[in-house]
């Protein structure tokens, strides 16, 4: 057989990790707290049902529909992204600078295409979301991992590591950070662009969590504070519509834009208009403000629930995030617990059958770095399930604590 590009040998480690998160995300044996899928009930299915009956008409969008589109995504749904998502976030954009993608994980992708030669430095927060760590080492990257606190990346430690290595890119997570749930503070996100800016590096905001805010304040978007350029924002709709309609924009600046054109007529020529269209009837119809409520209320509970049984259940020296977003906290265990190890056992045993993220896999750094901890996801799981799991898993774990 042929051999494999250099790529899928450097990707390698993240690529296992992605593989074990997805194993066991359906298996309904399985309390999973390791997908980072939204809750089925955050799904407006009979509103789409009646969106798609209404547009799938050939005196309608029908035609439109199901024929080729732009490759920069529909007008009207960049639209609704300029007006309804970033203005209101303080982000002032412009339609022609908006790009339609295929979920949020197709902005790294392709910014990657204008910027990544094999061998680049590409910063990353410790922990980081390891699907984009994925993707940077599928174009042979270099990650270097840059240290974070409870408000998130410290831009001391950015700053001297942009001098040491040199990077083409900066990689964030701002807003309910995956895999942490932790938000960078304000006045982080205005001197990271700051950095960005004086040191000529690309800073790629990744904010997909960013709109199911449920306590809190709201803050301004590094994109906010960009005066030169350097940042580059990237969404999804897929955790405030439907992961299923692989939908995901990128905000750049005319330079990047003319660029990003060209990467996507080359990757897939444009987004799913179908996909497209319902979403953007979704927000014109003014049916997102009640959606939107329904959803951080939603997760608000589960949320609660999940932070309290951590509190009740699990060992008295757990270490714990306390988002005010988003789909996940994150647990640091005492004891020496091995979080991957422990893993096996509590998928496995059938008096616990239950499921997380281990913590080392979102690290980039050797010598085991996470070992103890674990990304727990509640978007998913009812708040009975939430207990019951908790429970389980608590229980497990006191009987490893040294």
């Given at each position: 057989?042929?051999?494999?590009?250099?790529?899928m040998?450097?990707?390698?480690?993240?690529?296992?990790?992605?593989?074990?998160?997805?194993?066991?995300?359906?298996?309904?044996?399985?309390?999973?707290?390791?997908?980072?899928?939204?809750?089925?009930?955050?799904?407006?299915?009979?509103?789409?049902?009646?969106?798609?009956?209404?547009?799938?008409?050939?005196?309608?969008?029908?035609?439109?529909?199901?024929?080729?589109?732009?490759?920069?995504?529909?007008?009207?749904?960049?639209?609704?992204?300029?007006n309804?998502?970033?203005?209101?976030?303080?982000?002032?954009?412009n339609?022609?600078?908006?790009?339609?993608?295929?979920?949020?994980?197709?902005?790294?992708?392709?910014?990657?295409?204008?910027?990544?030669?094999?061998?680049?430095?590409?910063?990353?927060?410790?922990?980081?979301?390891?699907?984009?760590?994925?993707?940077?080492?599928?174009?042979?990257?270099?990650?270097?991992?840059?240290?974070?606190?409870?408000?998130?990346?410290?831009?001391?430690?950015?700053?001297?590591?942009?001098?040491?290595?040199?990077?083409?890119?900066?990689?964030?997570?701002?807003?309910?950070?995956?895999?942490?749930?932790?938000?960078?503070?304000?006045?982080?996100?205005?001197?990271?662009?700051?950095?960005?800016?004086?040191?000529?590096v690309?800073?790629?905001?990744?904010?997909?969590?960013?709109?199911?805010?449920?306590?809190?304040?709201?803050?301004?978007p590094?994109?906010?504070?960009?005066?030169?350029?350097?940042?580059?924002?990237?969404?999804?709709?897929?955790?405030?519509?439907?992961?299923?309609?692989?939908?995901?924009?990128?905000?750049?600046?005319?330079?990047?834009?003319?660029?990003?054109?060209?990467?996507?007529?080359?990757?897939?020529?444009?987004?799913?208009?179908?996909?497209?269209?319902?979403?953007?009837?979704?927000?014109?119809?003014?049916?997102?403000?009640?959606?939107?409520?329904?959803?951080c209320?939603?997760?608000?509970?589960?949320?609660?629930?999940?932070?309290?049984?951590?509190?009740?259940?699990?060992?008295?020296?757990?270490?714990r995030?306390?988002?005010?977003?988003?789909?996940f906290?994150?647990?640091?265990?005492p004891?020496?617990?091995?979080?991957?190890?422990?893993?096996?056992?509590?998928?496995?045993?059938?008096?616990?059958?239950?499921?997380?993220v281990?913590?080392?896999?979102?690290?980039?750094?050797?010598?085991?770095?996470?070992?103890?901890?674990?990304?727990?996801?509640?978007?998913?799981?009812?708040?009975?399930?939430?207990?019951?799991?908790?429970?389980?898993?608590?229980?497990?774990i006191?009987?490893?604590?040294?």
């Open positions: 057989m042929s051999k494999f590009a250099q790529r040998t450097t990707m390698e480690k993240s690529a296992t990790v992605i593989r074990n998160l997805f194993s066991t995300m359906n298996d309904p044996e399985i309390i999973s707290f390791g997908g980072g899928a939204p809750a089925k009930e955050a799904l407006p299915i009979d509103l789409v049902r009646e969106i798609t009956n209404e547009v799938m008409r050939t005196d309608k969008r029908g035609v439109e529909a199901l024929q080729y589109g732009s490759v920069m995504g529909l007008p009207d749904l960049r639209e609704v992204i300029v309804d998502l970033l203005l209101p976030k303080g982000v002032k954009g339609v022609d600078n908006v790009l339609i993608t295929n979920g949020g994980l197709e902005p790294m992708n392709l910014v990657c295409q204008l910027y990544i030669d094999p061998g680049d430095v590409i910063l990353v927060e410790s922990p980081t979301f390891v699907q984009a760590v994925e993707i940077f080492e599928m174009f042979q990257a270099r990650c270097i991992a840059v240290e974070m606190d409870d408000n998130g990346m410290i831009p001391e430690d950015l700053e001297a590591k942009i001098i040491k290595y040199k990077p083409k890119m900066v990689y964030v997570i701002p807003t309910f950070q995956n895999p942490t749930g932790r938000t960078l503070s304000l006045d982080r996100r205005q001197k990271i662009a700051e950095l960005g800016s004086e040191y000529d690309i800073i790629l905001e990744d904010d997909p969590y960013r709109d199911i805010r449920y306590s809190g304040r709201d803050l301004l590094i994109k906010a504070f960009d005066e030169t350029g350097h940042t580059i924002l990237a969404n999804s709709f897929s955790k405030i519509f439907s992961p299923g309609s692989r939908l995901g924009y990128i905000l750049a600046s005319d330079e990047v834009t003319a660029k990003l054109f060209d990467a996507k007529t080359a990757t897939n020529s444009h987004t799913s208009t179908l996909s497209q269209i319902i979403c953007a009837e979704f927000f014109k119809r003014g049916y997102y403000p009640a959606h939107h409520k329904k959803i209320d939603l997760y608000r509970e589960r949320r609660d629930v999940m932070i309290e049984c951590i509190d009740k259940f699990f060992p008295k020296e757990t270490k995030i306390f988002p005010d977003g988003g789909l906290t994150w647990a640091e265990l004891g020496g617990i091995n979080t991957t190890e422990l893993l096996v056992e509590s998928t496995m045993n059938p008096d616990v059958k239950v499921s997380y281990a913590g080392e896999g979102f690290f980039t750094e050797e010598g085991g770095m996470g070992r103890n901890c674990m990304r727990i996801s509640f978007g998913g799981v009812t708040p009975e399930k939430i207990r019951i799991g908790a429970e389980k898993l608590g229980n497990l006191c009987t490893k604590v040294k």
